[in-house]
């Protein structure tokens, strides 16, 4: 089956300056991947997805970029702000399963 | 648009009582998923439903929890008898279809077993 792992379960970041969240991921063949922010006692919220053919996509203050020959996936957020202290969660999803597998999260932790 | 509605937010109950978790997704909405979060941990799918037919629960327990979507729009799961690993927060999301992957979460019910 598929598993996603993240590379760091904490990271912080001064206000202001740019933050990068890495996953990996196991399965080949998974063709959509997507970021979620959670923050204390609320649900998982979407920021950006990506699907399989492409290796960028840009949002508001948000990249993801997708490097599938090293099963790779980032998350870069700019000049980022203390709103943007949560917990940060990959999720891969693929054709055949039709369900998303999540990674184990990273903490955001943004110092003013 | 509201969004996915889930009650109670919280729930303590002691080891082998019974207890249930009440979803409504967003309206329109075909697939509904419940998870559990573990703390510390990303959500873990427990079952997936298309309209009211199953789609995935291959990692329901299925000796203890059960999970039904009657009418193809709210939906129930629930745990009996509950054991203390039970305590996680249990989350609904809904998407509008199986072949749409943006799935929308509610803001879970944080269960507690004593």
């Known amino acids: 089956g598929e598993s996603v792992g993240l590379h760091l379960p904490t990271l912080s970041v001064q206000e202001g300056d740019n933050s990068i969240i890495n996953c990996a991921y196991s399965n080949s063949a998974s063709d959509y991947f997507i970021w979620y922010k959670q923050e204390s006692g609320k649900g998982p919220q979407f920021i950006i997805d990506i699907r399989s053919n492409m290796d960028k996509r840009q949002g508001q203050r948000v990249t993801v970029l997708l490097n599938k020959t090293v099963k790779h996936l980032s998350l870069q957020i700019a000049a980022t702000q203390p709103g943007d202290s949560a917990v940060y969660f990959c999720?891969?999803?693929?054709?055949?399963?039709?369900?998303?597998?999540f990674g184990s999260g990273t903490r955001l932790q943004v110092q003013p | 648009e509201a969004g996915v509605a889930q009650s109670p937010r919280y729930k303590i109950i002691e080891k082998r009582q019974s207890v249930a978790f009440w979803c409504n997704p967003i309206?329109?909405?075909?697939?509904l998923y419940w998870y559990q979060q573990i703390l510390g941990q990303g959500p873990k799918l427990l079952i997936q439903f298309q309209n009211n037919g199953v789609v995935d629960d291959s990692q329901l327990p299925k000796d203890r929890f059960s999970a039904e979507r009657l009418k193809g729009v709210d939906s129930t799961l629930k745990i009996q008898p509950a054991k203390l690993e039970d305590s996680a927060v249990y989350l609904c999301?809904?998407?509008?279809?199986?072949?749409?992957?943006?799935?929308?979460f509610g803001p879970g019910t944080r269960l507690t077993v004593t």
């Open positions: 999301a809904s998407s509008l279809s199986t072949y749409r992957y943006e799935q929308y």
């Open positions: 999720a891969v999803g693929d054709t055949g399963r039709r369900a998303l597998t």
């Open positions: 309206s329109g909405h075909a697939t």
